[in-house]
């Protein structure tokens, strides 16, 4: 399992667009790479358009925003165009990254990925980790005020 303090494992995989993309591109930006367990659920649509509507004050901070899930590139295409997401999300359907990063949900006959942030610094190194979260208890805006204070 990675955790705060460690170097992010760097990886590749295919985003919402079909492109390959490693996530060491992002090097000298604040990374808030989180995990979700699947498109289209009530929990995960919540959390995703929360993370929508603060884009901008991400941004503002030096921050990208990067959704995974073990959905199918075509599953999260369909998820971002219908909630007309700004941000990047990548396809884990083999759930390498998710077991690299240790993040696989426990009890579900489906691999999936559980609900995790990590929020990676310009040096990809992890400054925090926030596991367990709900997508009721504003994981985006928890995240939007550690990378508040990264930036300064």
């Known amino acids: 399992m990675v955790d705060k303090g460690e170097q992010a ?19 000298g930006k604040i990374i808030v790479l989180y995990f979700y367990p699947r498109a289209m659920t009530t929990g995960c649509t ?7 509507e603060l884009l901008d ?24 165009k219908k909630h007309n997401l700004k941000f990047t999300l990548l396809s884990d359907p083999e759930g390498k990254v998710v077991k690299l990063y240790g993040v696989v949900k426990k009890g579900t006959k489906r691999l999936a990925a559980e609900r995790t942030t990590f929020i990676i610094d ?7 980790v926030l596991r367990n979260i709900r997508p009721a208890e504003k994981h985006a805006d928890l995240a939007l005020e550690i990378v508040k204070k990264l930036s300064k």
Do not use: W
Not at 46 to 52: D, K, L, M, S
Not at 63 to 76: E, L, W
């Open 9 to 27: 494992p760097n990886f590749k995989l295919y985003n919402d667009r079909g492109e390959e993309e490693e996530l060491y591109n992002y090097k």
């Open 46 to 52: 919540r959390e995703a358009v929360r993370f929508n």
């Open 57 to 80: 004050e991400f941004h503002k901070h030096g921050a990208v925003v990067i959704g995974v899930s073990t959905d199918p590139v075509d599953k999260i295409a369909k998820f971002k």
């Open 122 to 128: 310009q040096d990809m190194r992890i400054v925090e």
